[in-house]
């Protein structure tokens, strides 16, 4: 059986989701290959690509190797941004040359732009790619096609560097990305860069209003708490409460570590 993933920002009131695993099912039967198709969210903030971006680089390693992650957040839809896939470490990505794949760049990958209309829908929306393009390409891709088979080799994938954090005047600067279900506001700084920014010296975390100057190891410590979330990524938390609403913090929220 092989393994595909769907991740996308549409939500459920409408029926695309179910469109587009209509489409692989259906494929998948015409091909005689065993899918099994495995919902991740659909719940991303609408075209919030960053968010996404997160969000895969959090879930894609935990599938076993051969899995095909298809990832639709696509403002772009329908203009001449790519179709593409990603290959990296044993694992297939299909989606949007849109940034979408930026923190998987920083490692050994190959990418490859859908151009073959073999692997496509035989009539292409310029509105739906996820059913048109990316659906039925990840069940050839399940197949067992090479993904040089789609297209041309792509060398300069999108890349986003305002995804990462950064040090300005010494001072390690990031941003709130995203939030879970509880309202913790999980930041874009991986633990490994703020443990070498901090290694020499005590810190100072600000975000609005509220400081921190510890790392608490779990959310009940105290009752508002920075820790090192299960993704690896600093967030904010409150217990029994969400610090989102509580202090209103949004998305591109600064978030400011300071040596003292």
């Known amino acids: 059986m092989k393994i595909i993933t769907l991740l ?5 009131k409408d029926p695309y989701v179910g469109i587009m695993k209509g489409v692989m099912l259906n494929l998948a039967m015409d091909l005689d290959v065993d899918i099994e198709v495995v919902d991740i969210t659909h719940d991303i903030e609408p075209q919030d690509i960053r968010e996404a971006a997160f969000v895969i680089k959090e879930y894609y390693s935990f599938f076993p190797p051969g ?31 849109n940034g979408i794949y930026t923190l998987l760049l920083d490692e050994e990958f190959e990418t490859y732009q859908i151009t073959n209309r073999d692997f496509m829908l035989k009539r292409i929306s310029n509105t739906f790619h996820g059913r048109d393009i ?44 995203r939030f879970d279900r509880f309202g913790n506001a999980i930041t874009n700084i991986p633990y490994e860069f703020f443990e070498e920014f901090t290694s020499k010296q005590g810190f100072r975390i600000r975000i609005r209003d509220l400081n921190f100057t510890k790392l608490s190891k779990t959310y009940m410590d105290d009752e508002l708490t920075c820790v090192v979330g299960s993704s690896g990524y600093l967030e904010f938390a409150m217990f029994s409460g969400s610090i989102r609403d509580t202090f209103s913090i949004t998305k591109n929220e600064k978030v400011r570590v300071e040596l003292v």
């Not at 996308?8 to 459920?12: N, Q, V």
């Not at 041309?152 to 990305?177: Q, T």
């Open 8 to 12: 996308t920002d549409f939500g459920t």
């Open 67 to 97: 899995t095909v992650h298809v990832t639709v957040v696509d403002p772009g839809v329908g203009t001449n941004r790519r179709p593409i896939i990603l290959s990296k470490s044993g694992y297939f990505f299909v989606g949007p040359d």
């Open 134 to 177: 990316f659906a039925p390409s990840a069940v050839y891709l399940a197949k067992g096609f090479n993904p040089s088979s789609f297209g041309e080799k792509v060398m300069n994938p999108v890349f986003n560097a305002s995804y990462f954090p950064d040090i300005i005047n010494d001072v390690l600067i990031g941003e709130v990305v």
